[in-house]
Nanobody
Framework: QVQLAESGGGLAQAGGSLRVSCAAS????????MGWFRQAPGKEREFVAD????????YYTESVKGRFIISRDHAKNTVHLQMNSLKPEDTAVYYC????????????WGQGTQVTVSS
């Protein structure tokens, strides 16, 4: 399996920026997509963005388009989520996940990193 470790969470003011990162180890050759999800207090986990590992194609949920950028570093088996123009609604635990096929589930998950945006 793939082991994922998130980092970079913290506290930001509304309108500010943070970058969260996810370092993958283990069977990294099996990764097809890497994605970011988030879970706010009292809410279900939701999809934020993902990137196709080979091509670099990205996809974003509507609420973060134009504000967040997902990127990858093949050499370091790392994905990043640059979060700009942060809003209090972005406050959540952010999770990194990996999928093994184009349409398969996200099988491997990190522990999450807290992002808090103050108003």
């Amino acid at each position: 399996q793939v082991q994922l470790a998130e980092s970079g969470g913290g506290l930001a003011q509304a309108g500010g920026s943070l970058r969260v990162s996810c370092a993958a180890s283990g069977r990294t050759s099996s990764m097809y997509h890497m994605g970011w999800f988030r879970q706010a207090p009292g809410k279900e986990r939701e999809f934020v963005a993902d990137i196709t590992w080979s091509s670099g194609t990205t996809y974003y949920t509507e609420s973060v388009k134009g504000r967040f950028i997902i990127s990858r570093d093949h050499a370091k088996n790392t994905v990043h989520l640059q979060m700009n123009s942060l809003k209090p609604e972005d406050t959540a635990v952010y999770y990194c996940a990996a999928a093994r096929s184009a349409s398969g589930p996200y099988n491997d998950w990190g522990q999450g990193t807290q992002v808090t945006v103050s108003s």
